[in-house]
């Protein structure tokens, strides 16, 4: 089967760093994808990682190893506005590109 | 960057009334859309991936005859909540594949969402 594990929650100050997890289990690999979704939205692209190792894209970083089937989405110098559900989803191997998400990561940033 | 619009907004209906929701690819060709749900603090669920011009690929467990799909053009496909019933209050999504730019990270884009209330 596939599935997706991220933890349900995650809590942190405002200006520090966190670290949010995923690890994986699809059939096939095409791509792991972060999105950030504030309620009520639809879901905001953050970033993609198809081979191993660290995409940095300004505060944002994403970390994938295939071989482990696990990646993170690394925040630095958080924000309020950064209080948001966070998803990890997998492109699987089979035709059509579709997406699989995880339960998602909803973070707190407090003052 | 390419923009998918996804309408209604929000719509609350009777139960036992059916609802329409539409995706629409305004810049880019999409030969493949995907439908997803979204219940309250939970993450999406794909209920079904739909190409233009042919019958649309459900999910295991989503039922087909309750949600039709119809993708009758390049930039848009419909989903139609059949016979609604409370359950299906949900938040409903819809992402466009865009053919320009196959297997890269912008491939997929989503609309806005729409909010079903079934009262």
């Known amino acids: 089967g596939q599935n997706i594990d991220q933890p349900t929650e995650m809590t942190a100050t405002e200006g520090a760093i966190v670290q949010i997890n995923c690890t994986y289990q699809?059939?096939?690999?095409?791509?792991l994808f972060w999105y950030q979704q504030h309620a009520g939205e639809a879901p905001t692209f953050l970033s993609y990682?198809?081979?191993?190792g660290l995409e940095e894209k300004g505060r944002f970083s994403s970390f994938l190893s295939r071989s482990k089937g696990y990646s993170y989405l690394l925040l630095k110098e958080l924000q309020m506005k950064d209080s948001a559900s966070y998803l990890c989803a997998v492109r699987g191997g089979t035709s059509g590109g579709k997406l699989i998400f995880g339960q998602g990561t909803e973070l707190s940033v407090k003052p | 960057g390419a923009v998918v619009s996804q309408h209604p907004s929000w719509v609350i209906c009777k139960s036992g009334t059916s609802v329409k929701i539409e995706c629409r690819s305004l810049d880019f060709q999409a030969t493949t859309m995907f439908w997803y749900r979204q219940f309250p603090k939970q993450s999406l669920m794909l209920m079904a991936t739909?190409?233009?011009?042919?019958?649309?690929?459900?999910e295991q467990g989503v039922e087909k005859d309750k949600f039709l799909i119809n993708h009758a053009s390049l930039t848009l496909s419909t989903l139609t909540v059949t016979s609604a019933h409370p359950e299906d209050s949900s938040f409903y999504i819809c992402?466009?594949?865009?053919?320009?730019?196959?297997?890269?990270?912008?491939?997929?884009?989503f609309g806005q969402g729409t909010r079903l209330t079934v009262v």
């Open positions: 739909s190409n233009e011009g042919s019958k649309a690929t459900y």
């Open positions: 990682n198809v081979l191993d």
């Open positions: 992402s466009a594949r865009d053919l320009g730019r196959i297997r890269t990270n912008t491939e997929a884009f």
């Open positions: 699809t059939s096939g690999f095409n791509g």
